[in-house]
């Protein structure tokens, strides 16, 4: 299966190159800056050095075109302002959609936010994160010609990753590694099953492979 990763220098998305590549995956992650390019390349994935800010719809077709499935995992990053909020965590997220629909790549996944949603108030930066997340989240589940998940994770861990986790349409507030994060992510491509759901996902007691089954078969 060919895979393509918007946001492909992310710490999960690393992770995750590195879990499909292992697997026998082909896997491209899309960058902004070349320099990069190493990083990836160690994990097992081709870099395509490409920025999802400035770039038009037709090259994004051409960096997806003869994909298998498209991983939405950018983001503009803690200590951007709240104008790339929009930039990327908005308009990049609907521009990769729209790219992968034009491509013929149907199984799309994107990595939102634990309480994304398009009416969440206030004006704080993480509000306006928060906002743009779920915007995206929204344009992307009324795509009807992208079988798409949405993975929002709780508050984000270094902590190596257990193989546990709790994966549900509403799992509450709580800590997840990056490790599972990833995990999780290669399991949901392998599941179509899940398509059309939004899932929220924390620490807990579940294995990936079964907690990802159970979602599917609800």
Known sequence: MRIVIAGGHGQIAL??????????????????????????????AEPVVLDLESASVEEVVAALRGADAAV?????GPGSGASRKDTVDKAAAVLFADAAVRAG?????????????PRHEGDEIF??????????????????????????????????????????????????????????????????ATAGLTLELVSGSTPVSVAVKSVAGN
């Open 15 to 44: 992770r995750l190159e590195r879990l499909l590549a292992a697997r026998g995956d082909e896997v491209a992650g899309i960058i902004r800056r070349p320099e990069q390019g190493d990083d990836l390349r160690d994990a097992g």
């Open 72 to 76: 939405f995992a950018a983001g503009a």
């Open 105 to 117: 790549v149907r199984r799309f996944v994107i990595v939102s936010s634990m309480g994304a949603d």
């Open 127 to 192: 509000d306006v994160y928060l906002r743009a997340k779920g915007e995206a989240d929204a344009y992307v589940s009324g795509l009807d010609d992208l079988d798409w998940t949405i993975l929002r994770p709780g508050a984000l861990t270094d902590d190596a990753g257990k193989g546990l986790v709790r994966l549900e349409a509403h799992t509450g507030r709580g800590p997840i590694p990056r490790d599972d994060v990833a995990a999780v992510l290669a399991e949901l491509l392998d599941t179509p």
